[in-house]
């Protein structure tokens, strides 16, 4: 039976094949996005790849350069007669002066010459006495004439036997022309052989405005300037036999008696040498003293020349000494720990390098005192490593303090290389905070 029509409802149609052309598009598109997924693919490995092996940036310092620091210029009570120099140990230079290049007779300072190069020739261990020396009618009859030029004399007694260092004593104490002679033929043989000496000894010290041209400073040809002179002072303390020698204000010695030293300003004013001299026309002081400076102490070398009298010399002295030495003071530099450059970084490492000590100078006047701070440009560091150096300066001192690092600056890790694209880039991170 065939079957009937519904007129209703519309006539089933066999489903047709589709045709090439479609085919060609849907593999145009397959493709297209197998292409584009491919390309996101590679170009997520590249920047990957890119980001996590991207290289750590410098990070430049950020540095806090303490300014210089100078106090106000110190004034000198300065003598107004004659030349005169001040200069102080382990200080270049003079602190203050006049008429310091100014060749002027030295008198009986020449004598802490004869004593240097006699003590060359002859060292003495300190806390000792030296070899002993043994005076004769020779060394009597050198008193006399001493003592008839009217030269300065200590007693000598033939027959007798002093020790090198009462030698001495008596040549620098009571300024003992007669004891610079016999000094100079026991340790040279003659006063010729010990000028051709002193000449030498003279030059080997840079010592180039002074001349000799006996031992005891009598002749008016025995000059000298004050700026050499305080040069010679520094040489003279440096020596431990002669500095106790200086700074003695009296000796007894068995076959002499009782010596005392003509310096009269001994024990003022921090005063602890060093030789009068005294020529027809002027008195002279080559001096030292000691002066308190904060926990320290600095001493003062210093000469005046050409004074009409030791009493004048005296106070001229007094008042440089006065005021010179409230002139120098203790400067802290750089506080221990104290930070002096910072770093910081785009993930948040920051560090700051630090001084590892702290430095305290001690000044004259007005020298400036400044801290100049060198620190490294960082990629990674950990805490504690060495960044750089404090450089402190202050007049001929200089003080170097290193730098240590407080903090680490890591690698970002691979997280944040992903999470920031780009941040890597640049190759150095100058925007450090200021540190402190």
Known sequence: MSPTLDPARPTPTRPTKPSAAVYRRRRIVAVGILAVLLALFVGGGIYTSSALGAPIPVAAPAIDDPAPVAADAQAVDQPGFGTWAVGAVGFDGLMAAGGEDSPMPMASIAKVITALVVLEEHPIAEGEGGPQIA????????????????????PVVAGSELSLKESLEAMMLPSGNNYSISLANWAFGSVDAYLERATAWLADHGLAETRVVDTSGLSLDDVSTASDLVRLGEIALENPTLAEIVATQSVDIPELGRLSNSNRLLGTHGID????????????????????????????????????????????????????????????????????????????????????????????????????????????????????????????QVIEIPLVVDGALEDPGAWWRLSNPGALDEGVIADAPHPG
């Open 135 to 154: 005076y004769t009618d020779a060394d009597v009859d050198i008193y006399w004439d001493m003592v008839a030029q009217n030269g300065s004399v200590a």
């Open 273 to 396: 040498g060093i030789k009068t001299g005294t020529t027809d026309d002027a008195a002279n002081l080559l001096f030292s003293a000691d002066v308190a400076v904060g926990e320290t102490s600095v001493t003062l070398v210093g000469v005046v020349l050409g004074g009409d009298t030791h009493a004048l010399v005296r106070e001229a002295v007094a008042g440089l000494v006065d005021s010179i030495g409230p002139g120098f003071h203790e400067v802290l530099a750089l506080e221990a720990g104290r930070p002096l450059a910072a770093y910081a970084t785009p993930w948040g490492d920051t560090a700051e390098a630090r001084a590892t000590e702290g430095a305290t100078v001690v000044v004259w006047s007005d020298t400036p005192v400044d801290v100049a701070v060198q620190a490294e440009p960082l990629r990674l560091v950990d805490d504690g490593d060495e960044v750089g150096v404090a450089t402190v300066t202050a007049g001929s």
